[in-house]
């Protein structure tokens, strides 16, 4: 389940912000765990001074008293460390002279010291000190001022001073780089200081890639179990949980925690820090068995170790306050947010972005209870502090500007909410574009969940809006993947690599160009304006050309820049696109519920928004109708889900169509991607599908790819039928044959074999057959985009349960494309040798998953038939269709993909496969021909056969393109 608006907006600041103070803790934690407790550190600092003091020896007097300092402050007994630092000071600006080097030390450690406990003007004061002697005595470029730099960028960070902090941070950087090499812990740690500030300000491509090399170089220089190590595991985890990547944050926190927990002990600072952000994470997953003894520790155990107005400890009460308001115990939470909040006002100031969180939170915490004149002027606050320190587009901006919309909307201001919704789903665009940059696939699927940007508009009723974001964001996994696949085999190809240093070139041309025409009298030139818009012209020429093959040349994802009015224009005559929505409708409060709708655009009129019903009784009823399919049931029980169905999905559409649409073009989401609707009954017993012509899409972005796409010039038409289960093609001779019990023999896939070798033969198609023991793995991984692949076989889709423990296929969410399986010659084999625990070769194994499927190429291929069962089962996933047989053949490159819902009756298959084939190729047109062969279908068997049988047999097949 999604966490709730609520939690979302509160949580924002307490991820994002006031990391720094814990992240940039007190050199001394980054050193080896000490072999003595910290009592028995300072006894021995102690005698140690003594006699130094006894016999005059400063320097080794001022090493005993950091030393002491160091014991205290692992003790947390910040005062008594504070006057050990200062009288360190004080020693050597006596013995060693005010602008020594030694005294500048002092001041680093004093200015990291005053930096934790969030006392920044003595920290600046000791900082700049600092920096002034070391760039006198020693130069500006030297590793004593990178370390003095990188402390004032930790600093200035901390005080929300984010563009200063980044230019310290960088020059830092450069002269570690410079004077110490890549590979040197201190630029990794300046490395890691920076990109935290880029992960605090929403740039996650940055933040990736540095925490990424600062944890390879601590890890090796350093070893995987030092601290430094468990610091950049911290970050990397509150990345991860800020895309929405939840396994893998709570892999990396657990992984820090056990290095803290060792080096440190369960009660260090540190250690606490990173329980608390676990608990946080647990929040996020509604995981509150676990979330909460965790954070209430963290409270208990920073309030014992800090002053009561550290930050430290309003972040920890801020984020136990979360967890009440989260459960509705509002009595708990507000007492912890309002301490917070003073607590924020006093150490870091009103204008402070982690003042801003508390703010906002406490915000959230009135809306949530109603009291919206109350919660109306701290969202106002909250915002203004955002976007005046963040900029608009800043995750903490975004969260507050969505909360404030909500509240508009139930205040009845609709005008001022359109403009904040607006503004929000732009910023939620802006950040799928960055993300998916640098992202594989499974992060981008979950940092797509995260965004859920239907949920504003639809509370709005904005249809145009909600078309903009529909059309640009359904699907944008899949498209993504597509388009850098393009890319890559782009960069394969010396002519593609041609074209695009051409417009890259020209790209820099015209940049120069308009540069220049800010120069005097230039803009006036004929010859300039003349030659300016040639190369435009060129510019767009060429662009042209790497669109037809897959490729955008711009910054921006190709879906992200989609225009509803070109898909409106890509409609056919008498066409309307029906976009089912799964979103979350809000109740008001906060509070939200999942629920379907649909967007539904026309080529004339106006976009149009439904809102269809509540999620969870349309999937028990698509549940249901699922259940139906695979089993004989009473011809009345079977007619009442399919008028239920028909009553919830449908004929809220047709009601609000113009006259003349007879073709709905449909783009399932969820759930609703299981359900043939051309099945689906009106009140008068109509099949839908004797209405409209039905075709699908995965997203309306489809029409304009399909418009411009054709098949390949190899005329070739490729046959899988009939693979021989039991027989391994690997084994020869001495193969290994069993029962095909697991999958039955299909006798009728001859008869489409044979058919299609006539008929395609007629229409000058060059044919290739695999039948038996040819029907295998191998021969299919060697296609290479023929004009049509028929694949005459099984499918299955392993539930986590079933997975057995086989190398590529896993039972984890992210697994889903391993376990879609088309089975192929030895398929019956393999699972039999699974289930004894012995593992034959995967290429030979006849069992071929969706992520293989996805790596065949058929770029050029104009249509995918799987003939066979349960070719379109797999995992559901809102906005991103099914993880499946049906993504990896569209990965793949399939134009034209049709597949079955469920198990397809043998005999009736074949006849139908006949008509389609035999309309679809003379027509070119698949999805027409699916439409009237299955509709003659259903009414013929309903007639001979009855309704049960009408649907089993004809209603499976659906065609996507």
């Excluded at 310290?168 to 200081?193: C, H, M, S, W």
Aim: glycine letters at 6%.
């Amino acid at each position: 389940m999604r966490p709730s608006l609520f939690v979302r907006a509160c949580a924002l600041g307490l991820l994002l912000f006031g990391v720094a103070i814990l992240r940039a803790a007190d050199p001394t934690v980054l050193t080896a765990k000490p072999l003595l407790t910290p009592p028995q550190i300072i006894a021995q600092a102690q005698e140690q001074g003594r006699q130094a003091e006894a016999r005059h020896d400063v320097p080794a007097l001022v090493t005993a008293l950091n030393a002491e300092a160091e014991g205290h402050l692992l003790a947390h007994e910040f005062e008594q460390g504070e006057k050990l630092r200062l009288r360190v000071l004080h020693l050597e600006e006596d013995y060693a002279g005010r602008d020594s080097l030694a005294v500048s030390d002092a001041l680093l450690n004093i200015g990291w010291f005053y930096n934790n406990m969030a006392r920044y003007e003595e920290a600046q004061e000791a900082l700049d000190r600092c920096r002034d002697i070391r760039e006198r005595k020693l130069g500006p470029d030297t590793a004593p001022v990178a370390e003095v730099l990188n402390a004032l960028g930790s600093l200035e960070e901390n005080r929300s001073n984010l563009t200063l902090a980044e230019a310290f941070y960088q020059q830092a950087i450069a002269i570690r780089e410079k004077v110490l090499g890549l590979e040197n812990p201190d630029t990794a740690t300046t490395r890691n200081n920076l990109a935290t500030l880029y992960w605090i300000t929403g740039d996650y491509v940055s933040a990736q890639k540095l925490f990424t090399q600062a944890l390879a170089v601590r890890e090796k220089v350093l070893g995987p179990k030092s601290l430094a190590v468990a610091s950049t595991l911290t970050n990397l985890a509150r990345l991860d949980r800020s895309l929405g990547d939840y396994d893998d944050a709570e892999t990396y926190f657990q992984r820090a925690l056990r290095i803290r927990e060792d080096r440190l002990g369960p009660d260090h600072p540190l250690t606490i820090t990173t329980l608390s952000e676990l608990g946080l994470l647990y929040v996020q997953e509604r995981d509150d068995d676990r979330a909460e003894p965790l954070l209430v520790r963290a409270v208990e155990m920073r309030e014992k170790t800090y002053e009561a107005d550290h930050p430290d400890v309003a972040r920890s009460q801020m984020q136990l306050a979360l967890l009440y308001d989260r459960k509705k115990e509002y009595g708990k939470a507000e007492p912890l947010l309002r301490q917070a909040l003073e607590i924020r006002r006093q150490t870091l100031g009103a204008e402070h972005p982690e003042y801003a969180a508390s703010v906002a939170a406490l915000a959230a915490h009135e809306h949530a209870q109603g009291n919206l004149q109350g919660a109306l002027p701290l969202y106002e606050e909250a915002w203004k502090i955002d976007r005046d320190a963040l900029g608009d587009s800043h995750p903490d901006t975004v969260a507050v500007a969505a909360g404030l919309a909500c509240l508009k909307l139930e205040l009845g201001q609709k005008n001022d909410a359109a403009g904040m919704i607006r503004d929000v789903a732009e910023a939620q665009q802006k950040a799928l574009n960055g993300v998916f940059t640098f992202a594989p696939e499974q992060q981008r699927m979950d940092f797509e969940r995260t965004i859920e940007g239907c949920d504003l508009p639809a509370a709005l009723g904005n249809a145009d809006l909600l078309a903009e974001v529909v059309l640009r964001t359904k699907g944008i996994v899949l498209d993504s993947l597509l388009e850098d696949e393009a890319v890559a085999r782009a960069a394969r190809d010396p002519d593609m690599r041609e074209l695009i240093e051409k417009q890259r070139l020209l790209s820099s041309q015209l940049s120069r160009e308009q540069e220049e025409s800010l120069g005097p009298d230039f803009s006036d030139s004929p010859e300039a304006l003349a030659e300016r818009k040639k190369l435009e012209a060129d510019e767009q020429e060429l662009e042209a050309k790497l669109a037809e093959r897959g490729i955008s040349s711009g910054q921006t994802r190709r879906a992200l820049n989609t225009d509803v009015a070109e898909v409106r224009d890509a409609l056919p005559e008498g066409a309307a696109l029906i976009e089912y929505v799964a979103y979350n409708r809000y109740l008001g409060r906060l509070a939200y519920e999942p629920a379907y709708g649909a967007v539904i655009l026309t080529r004339d009129g106006p976009a149009q928004w439904i809102s269809l019903g509540q999620a969870g009784e349309i999937n028990n009823e698509v549940r249901l109708y699922q259940k139906y399919m695979r089993k004989r049931v009473r011809e009345a029980a079977l007619s009442d889900v399919l008028q239920k169905l028909e009553i919830s999905l449908c004929q809220p559409v047709a009601a609000v169509l113009p006259a003349g649409i007879h073709r709905l073009i449909i783009s399932p989401d969820g759930n609703l991607n299981f359900i043939s609707f051309a099945t689906l009954l009106d009140g008068n017993g109509r099949f839908f599908g004797e209405d409209y012509d039905l075709n699908y899409v995965s997203s309306g972005r489809d029409l304009l790819r399909s418009s411009a796409r054709t098949g390949s010039g190899r005329k070739r038409l490729v046959v899988f039928a009939d693979p021989d289960y039991g027989h391994l093609p690997g084994d020869g001779k001495g193969a290994k044959r069993v029962d095909d019990d697991l999958f039955p023999s299909l006798s009728g896939t001859e008869k489409e074999a044979a058919f299609l070798l006539t008929e395609a033969r007629a229409l000058g198609l060059n044919v290739a057959i695999y039948r038996g023991i040819q029907a295998s793995k191998e021969n299919l991984m060697r296609q290479d985009s023929p004009y049509v692949l028929h694949l005459a076989t099984h499918g299955l889709y392993l539930s986590e349960d079933d997975v057995p423990n086989f190398p590529g296929i896993k039972s984890t969410e992210s697994a889903a494309m391993s376990r879609s399986l088309l089975a192929l010659a030895g398929a019956s084999v393999t699972m039999r040798e699974w289930k004894k625990g012995n593992f034959p070769p995967a290429d030979e194994s006849g069992l071929f998953t969706a992520q293989e499927v996805a790596n065949l190429n058929l770029d050029g291929t104009w249509l995918v038939a799987l003939s066979a069962c349960d070719t379109g089962s797999g995992e559901a996933q809102a906005g991103e269709g099914v993880l499946g047989l049906r993504r990896g053949f569209a990965e793949a490159g399939a134009q034209n993909l049709l597949l079955t819902l469920w198990a397809a009756d043998d005999a009736a298959t074949a006849d139908l496969m006949e008509a389609f084939y035999r309309e679809a190729l003379q027509s070119g047109d698949a999805p027409a021909a699916l439409v009237k062969v299955q509709r003659e279908r259903l009414q013929d068997l309903r007639k001979s056969a009855g309704l049960s049988e009408a649907v089993r047999k004809a209603g499976p097949f659906i065609l996507s393109y």
